[in-house]
């Protein structure tokens, strides 16, 4: 969907979300946390909403559907994935950088 090309061509991170789940908030927070400020799409709130839902899947987004995580222009994947690769990384200390976008797309193993 170009909806979802624009947007994770636009920003460097991106959490497509919706405004009552929980684990997209806590998803959304640990970017915070990491002093990342993501691009935030509340899918349920957006008037392309229903579109981007069903797209989601065709981008390799799996059950879960929310939240999904692009980072770099790549869907990371969900709650679990997002944690799996952030889980040992920062261990505790502070992510110091240039630009922690850039930090976190090195971080998790992607190409600028």
């Known amino acids: 969907m170009e909806k979802i090309q624009s947007l994770t061509s ?17 998803v ?3 970017f915070q946390e990491l002093r990342v400020n993501p691009k935030v799409c509340e899918i349920d709130q957006d008037p392309d909403g229903r579109e981007i839902l069903k797209a989601l899947p065709k981008q390799g987004s799996s059950s879960p559907l929310v939240p999904a995580v692009f980072i770099g222009g ?12 952030v ?9 110091e950088c240039e630009s922690n976008v850039v930090s976190i797309i090195k971080l998790l193993g992607f190409k600028e």
Not at 74 to 85: A, P, Q
Not at 87 to 95: D, S
């Open 10 to 26: 636009e920003h460097g991170v991106v959490i497509f979300t919706k405004s009552t789940c929980c684990l997209c908030y806590a």
């Open 74 to 85: 790549k869907l990371v994947g969900s709650t679990n994935e997002v944690i799996d690769r």
């Open 87 to 95: 889980e040992g990384i920062v261990n505790g200390e502070r992510i």
């Open 28 to 30: 959304t927070i640990l």
